[in-house]
């Protein structure tokens, strides 16, 4: 739904793009503080902290080339599938994984499960079940709760299939947001302090054969705090754009106030 994303502001843009990198590379374990993102991604400059690895640093910058990605191919209205899918992997993992963007063909494990990941020769079937499966129970939702339910099941099993050698997490919220996006609806950003919940939730939904109902209303539960805060934030960017342009004769200009500070918003302006 490109008609959605037209109207999320370029800073409000920027503003999701620092708190997903921050967030979600958080919840693998990246030490990189949010400010400190913000550094990375907005003002394109390496933060003055010598214990920043290099694995670290790319893992947050490569979410702003994810991102833009991910934009432009809802604009041009392109639904999910397997090579959108793994163009986000290939970009989220980018200067650190040789084999970006490819499915994985080795066994691999997530930390602490009671259950074992999709075998390789599985993952390609798996994923476009997946992609099937998704698509018609949003076709079939009577309400946005259904289709953010329908996506939640998803990303829970796309996570238990875990597709590639690693990037799995990252790789499969920002899949998670790609489908919120392209159905209108406000991304989710799940905080680094909840990621112990978060955690669990995903397992004991994983453990099962199939996800239940019960383990999908309460991730459900779970997030919608999550996507109630995010609407009043588009809401709250939304009415400072509207409230920071001045008419003069019919035309409408922007007050100095309304640029950004950042390189990526000040470039978004200019071609607005």
Do not use: C, W
């Amino acid at each position: 739904m490109s008609e959605f994303i037209k109207k999320l502001t370029p800073e409000y843009l920027d503003d999701v793009l620092v708190r997903l990198a921050h967030h979600s590379s958080a919840i693998e374990g990246n030490t990189i503080t949010l400010p400190e993102t913000a550094t990375i991604i907005l003002e394109q400059t390496l933060p003055n902290n010598s214990k920043i690895t290099r694995r670290e640093y790319f893992e947050v910058l490569n979410h702003e080339q994810t991102f833009e990605y991910v934009i432009d191919q809802i604009e041009n209205n392109t639904p999910l599938s397997v090579s959108v899918i793994k163009d986000i992997h290939e970009k989220l993992t980018d200067r650190l994984q040789y084999d970006k963007g490819k499915f994985k063909v080795s066994e691999n494990y997530i930390k602490g499960a009671e259950f074992s990941t999709a075998p390789p020769r599985e993952v390609p079937e798996l994923i476009n079940q997946l992609i099937g499966n998704l698509n018609y129970k949003i076709d079939v939702a009577f309400s946005d709760k259904e289709i953010v339910k329908a996506i939640l099941e998803s990303h829970i099993t796309f996570e238990k299939i875990h597709p590639f050698s690693d990037g799995n997490g990252r790789t499969g919220r920002m899949v998670m947001n790609y489908s919120l996006l392209e159905n209108g609806l406000p991304p989710l950003i799940i905080d680094k302090e909840n990621k112990g919940l978060y955690n669990q939730i995903l397992h004991e939904a994983q453990i099962k054969v199939f996800p239940s109902e019960s383990d999908i209303e309460t991730f459900y539960n779970f997030v919608e705090p999550f996507l109630q805060n995010e609407k009043k934030r588009i809401e709250s960017f939304n009415y400072k754009e509207k409230n920071q342009m001045i008419n003069y004769d019919g035309i409408e200009k922007e007050n100095i106030d309304r640029r950004s500070n950042s390189k990526k918003s000040q470039k978004r302006d200019l071609e607005r």
